[in-house]
């Protein structure tokens, strides 16, 4: 999906060790979000930004971390990956105004073992 | 932020036209409909959304009746392309989605 651009698309890791997913922006958005999606079933909200330097929870956000330094990019961090947490992981990004749509990227495919 | 319920799977042939209807009971004053289509390995794409009514874009139509309890998403002549999963969301003013299961498309030859 054009403007919204996740890194990396795979990722292989083993319980316990710390990784940090990307997501990049070029529509100036101001909103931001992460979800995961597991296999079979919707998107669940982990955390969300507003704005840069702001960020909040979502539905799931125990086991992430979240950070906003720069209004492009929105960083999920997981300080020590559980098996639980393998999934596929979206972010979206949603311009100012009411009823404005989400836009979202292609996804970041994450693997515990 | 309010339920929806779709359902689970629907098949259909290319070229027929495909109404999936979602229901919304508690749907609250500020809440509006909103449909995404996801494919497989790829984010979810926003097709449509509405607040009463009827509202058409080059993609799809959404009907929404008087009561806002449900709405329907209806695909026009569909392809073997437009096989994926389809949301129903409601969505509040803040813009916070819900997804549920989604229902899943089969376009057949």
């Known amino acids: 999906n054009a403007g919204v651009t996740q890194t990396p698309k795979f990722r292989v890791l083993k319980t316990g060790q710390s990784m940090t997913l990307l997501c990049a922006q070029d529509?100036?958005?101001?909103?931001m979000y992460w979800y995961r999606q597991d296999p079979g079933m919707g998107l669940r909200l982990i955390h969300y930004s507003v704005g840069e330097g702001t960020t909040a929870k979502g539905e799931v956000p125990d086991g992430y971390n979240v950070s906003r330094l720069k209004k492009q990019n929105f960083l999920l961090g997981l300080e020590s990956a559980a098996p639980s947490q393998t999934s596929v992981y979206f972010c979206?990004?949603?311009?100012?105004?009411?009823?404005?749509?989400?836009?979202f990227g292609d996804g970041t495919r994450l693997s515990i073992l | 932020l309010a339920k929806t319920t779709q359902p689970i799977s629907m098949d259909s042939y290319e070229g027929q036209e495909v109404n999936i209807t979602c229901s919304h009971n508690?749907?609250?004053?500020?809440?509006?409909i909103t449909w995404y289509q996801q494919f497989p390995s790829q984010g979810p794409r926003f097709i449509i959304q509405?607040?009463?009514t009827k509202v058409t874009n080059e993609v799809a139509s959404l009907f929404i009746p008087a009561d806002r309890k449900s709405s329907t998403l209806s695909l026009p002549r569909v392809s073997l392309s437009d096989t994926a999963v389809y949301y129903c969301?409601?969505?509040?003013?803040?813009?916070?989605?819900?997804f549920g299961g989604g229902t899943r498309l089969m376009v057949k030859p």
């Open positions: 508690n749907i609250a004053t500020n809440d509006y």
């Open positions: 529509m100036n958005h101001e909103y």
């Open positions: 969301l409601v969505a509040t003013l803040g813009n916070m989605l819900t």
């Open positions: 509405g607040y009463k």
């Open positions: 979206a990004t949603r311009d100012r105004g009411l009823r404005q749509p989400q836009h």
